[in-house]
């Protein structure tokens, strides 16, 4: 079991940056590989970046160079630099966390609004 807490949501203005953190808990070492989707209001939930044990990642089309990905293995946590921030961007942030032989985890999500 992996548990999955999420921090640094907020609102911030069209062009702003924010962080999001996601710190993992429990049996880390089944984690193969840690990301973060988003949902939107009324729109499905959506890949916005991953990284692996190893640190190879991978990003939507929407985020490529806006976002950044990285991990911080002694802390065990997982952040999402967000840059040149867009109202598109706006919606519910959730980590995830995929485990070796077990059904992925989820985190409870974090709010992130990007006004025009």
């Known amino acids: 079991q992996v548990q999955l807490v999420e921090s640094g949501g907020g609102l911030v203005q069209a062009g702003g940056s924010l962080r999001l953190s996601c710190k993992a808990s429990g049996n880390i070492f089944s984690i193969n590989y840690m990301g973060w989707y988003r949902q939107a209001p009324g729109k499905q939930r959506e890949l916005v970046a991953t990284i692996t044990r190893v640190g190879s990642t991978n990003y939507s089309d929407s985020v490529k160079g806006r976002f950044t990905i990285s991990r911080d293995n002694a802390k065990n946590t997982v952040y999402l630099q967000m840059n040149s921030l867009k109202p598109e961007d706006t919606a519910v942030y959730y980590c995830?966390?995929?485990?070796?032989?077990?059904?992925?985890?989820w985190g409870q999500g974090t709010q992130v609004t990007v006004s025009s």
């Open positions: 995830n966390a995929g485990l070796c032989g077990a059904k992925d985890s």
